[in-house]
């Protein structure tokens, strides 16, 4: 994937501060941080969507996060929580699949919509889920 921005940056082709890498991912500062410190996790293997990924690196990526990058957070920047947001398809810029991990703080500026318009009947959209 050589037009992809992310395979660019763990070849080492584009720029990126790294805060942590290994064999499997990669961890980097977001260019356009919503938050102070706010990081990109990606595969290093190109993979587009949530649907490619494997139950192994994400659990090695949720590993990451809990035992290396959360304490790191708050440690450094004394955060007072963390969100952890991915995009797929529609809202997904980089077609190359990350994990958002913002920092949250208080009285930051993130902020996530409710459109009450938006809402179906919750049976109509759950019950077929529920065994
Ligand atoms: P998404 O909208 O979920 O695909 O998010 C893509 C994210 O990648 C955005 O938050 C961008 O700020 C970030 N981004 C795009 N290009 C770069 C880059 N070269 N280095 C670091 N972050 C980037
Ligand atoms: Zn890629």
Redesign the pocket.
């Known amino acids: 994937m050589n037009d992809c921005?992310f395979c660019k940056?763990i070849q080492g082709e584009?720029p990126?501060y790294t805060v942590y890498e290994d064999d499997d991912l990669k961890v980097?500062?977001?260019?356009?941080p919503s938050t102070n410190g706010h990081l990109?996790l990606i595969p290093k293997k190109h993979l587009t969507t949530l649907l490619d990924v494997d139950k192994e690196w994400m659990g090695h990526a949720l590993e990451v996060i809990q035992t290396k990058l959360y304490p790191l957070l708050k440690e450094k920047l004394h955060c007072d929580g963390l969100t952890l947001s991915q995009?797929n398809f529609y809202?997904?810029?980089?077609k190359h699949f990350?994990i958002?991990l913002t920092p949250r703080y208080e009285h930051d500026l993130v902020d996530y919509q409710y459109n009450e318009e938006m809402l179906n009947e919750v049976e109509t959209v759950f019950h077929t889920l529920v065994e």
């Open positions: 921005i940056i584009m990126s980097f500062m977001n260019i356009n990109l995009n809202g997904q810029e980089v990350h958002h």
